[in-house]
T-cell receptor
Framework: KNQVEQSPQSLIILEGKNCTLQCNYTVSPFSNLRWYKQDTGRGPVSLTIMTFSENTKSNGRYTATLDADTKQSSLHITASQLSDSASYICVVSAYFGNEKLTFGTGTRLTIIP | DADVTQTPRNRITKTGKRIMLECSQTKGHDRMYWYRQDPGLGLRLIYYSFDVKDINKGEISDGYSVSRQAQAKFSLSLESAIPNQTALYFC????????????FGQGTRLTVV
């Protein structure tokens, strides 16, 4: 069964600090891995999409890494800001004619001043 | 204006009532999706449509139906709402290709009492 597991479930850090969120998956055949940011009461917004051949991808202060061999990804947030408080969702795509997305349950990140 | 607009944003309805959630998009995408989000669970796919003549069931379609009225419009209906359909519902769109990001609406919070 395709699964996406994220850790930690929740995280609280001080403003200005860095943090790393983890994602492990058992999805196959692997097509791509995405990270989304979801503010409370809003829809998810895409941060990055990585295919099998990409090891790292950045979007401003967000850097995602992918190890397709170990089926692990991380999202690193640098110099956190209060606006980074949100849920971060890892989504893995399998492709067998059509693309099928499996969503993780997310990491709830809280940035405190 | 938002690229993907959902109406209503919030709705409380009684058990047994029929309710329709509407979604419209200005992205010009062919692909549209309906997901539900429950606490502690990842987003789950209800229905998806690759064009106006193509409707497909997702992993949790029982109790739901959809209509693709035009490229830009995709509505979700609950024929006879039940309390366990209380959830946050999201509409999304994507381009007709793999490895492209999905754009989500703001969500509809539905409560069935």
């Amino acid at each position: 069964k395709n699964q996406v597991e994220q850790s930690p479930q929740s995280l609280i850090i001080l403003e200005g600090k860095n943090c790393t969120l983890q994602c492990n998956y058992t999805v196959s055949p692997f097509s791509n891995l995405r990270w989304y940011k979801q503010d409370t009461g809003r829809g998810p917004v895409s941060l990055t999409i990585m295919t099998f051949s990409e090891n790292t991808k950045s979007n401003g202060r967000y850097t995602a890494t992918l190890d397709a061999d170990t089926k692990q990804s991380s999202l690193h947030i640098t110099a956190s800001q209060l606006s980074d408080s949100a849920s971060y969702i890892c989504v893995v795509s399998a492709y067998f004619g059509n693309e099928k997305l499996t969503f993780g349950t997310g990491t709830r990140l809280t940035i405190i001043p | 204006d938002a690229d993907v607009t959902q109406t209503p944003r919030n709705r409380i309805t009684k058990t047994g009532k029929r309710i329709m959630l509407e979604c419209s998009q200005t992205k010009g995408h062919d692909r549209m999706y309906w997901y539900r989000q429950d606490p502690g669970l990842g987003l789950r796919l209800i229905y998806y449509s690759f064009d106006v003549k193509d409707i497909n069931k997702g992993e949790i379609s029982d109790g739901y139906s959809v209509s693709r009225q035009a490229q830009a419009k995709f509505s979700l209906s609950l024929e006879s709402a039940i309390p366990n359909q209380t959830a946050l519902y999201f509409c999304a769109t994507s381009q007709d290709s793999v490895n492209t990001e999905a754009f989500f609406g703001q969500g509809t919070r539905l409560t069935v009492v």
